[in-house]
């Protein structure tokens, strides 16, 4: 596996930037004994959540919905994380077994009152050249089971409840390409985006905000990560 690159972030192996999601890309190399951890608020509403790890403040930023911070890198060894706001008590703790070399998408997700933490494994083999890799994560929490389809491809991504991912699947590359999140229990499309996708490039694509609301900032949408 190539390393994982994140479009705009700029850093060094010895640093960590914080930034929003959909950026320039730079990579990381691989370090002994090291892991890569990025978070996600992906929490509709949630403001203002900070990350800690084995109950010490990591060096972060808060996070407010739709904010990222990452790749930050951590030595590979049993690791608990927990999710604050500001200083009160923890809302939810996630254990972790970190893997040598392993990046990993640490999200905030469900509503502010019931705020969780998953991870996902953002490692992936490449793709093929004239091909791209996608990944979707389903992180709405009101919405039925959903699925991704793109534009070309005759196949969608399956169908996905809360807090379910696909695995990556080669894709035709192409520019200005739509994707279509789609209610998996009547077929229609709820979110429409354009996406440039890259020849061997990957990408992980996750829903997030709610389907039910008519608050404009939480509704339902669809984020890109630009891996490589």
């Given at each position: 596996m190539?390393?994982?690159?994140?479009?705009g972030i700029l850093v060094a192996l010895s640093a960590v930037v914080f930034s929003c999601l959909n950026s320039d890309d730079n990579g990381f190399g691989n370090i002994e004994d090291t892991s890569w951890l990025a978070f996600v608020n992906a929490s509709p509403g949630s403001e203002?959540?900070?990350?800690?790890?084995?109950?010490?403040?990591?060096?972060?930023?808060?996070?407010?919905y739709g904010g990222f911070y990452g790749y930050l890198s951590q030595k590979s060894e049993p690791t608990m994380y927990t999710?604050?706001?500001?200083?009160?008590?923890d809302l939810d703790t996630l254990n972790l077994d970190l893997g040598q070399n392993v990046y990993y998408s640490i999200?905030?997700?469900n509503t502010p009152d019931h705020i969780e933490l998953i991870s996902y494994i953002d490692n992936h083999e490449n793709a093929p050249s004239g091909k791209s890799a996608i990944r979707f994560i389903?992180?709405?929490?009101d919405s039925p089971p959903l699925k991704l389809l793109v534009?070309?491809?005759?196949?969608?991504?399956?169908?996905?409840?809360?807090?379910?991912?696909?695995?990556?699947?080669?894709?035709?590359?192409?520019?200005?390409?739509?994707?279509?999140l789609i209610n998996s229990e009547t077929e229609e499309i709820l979110v429409t985006k354009s996406i440039s996708l890259g020849s061997g490039k990957s990408y992980s694509v996750f829903s997030k905000g709610l389907l039910n609301t008519t608050d404009e900032n939480k509704k339902l949408d669809l984020q890109i990560i630009p891996l490589q």
């Open positions: 190539k390393n994982l690159k994140l479009v203002s959540l900070k990350y800690y790890k084995n109950g010490n403040e990591l060096n972060t930023p808060i996070l407010n999710v604050r706001t500001g200083t009160s008590n999200f905030s997700v389903q992180l709405s929490p534009e070309g491809e005759d196949a969608d991504l399956g169908i996905f409840p809360f807090k379910q991912a696909s695995t990556f699947k080669h894709v035709n590359h192409g520019v200005d390409k739509k994707l279509f």
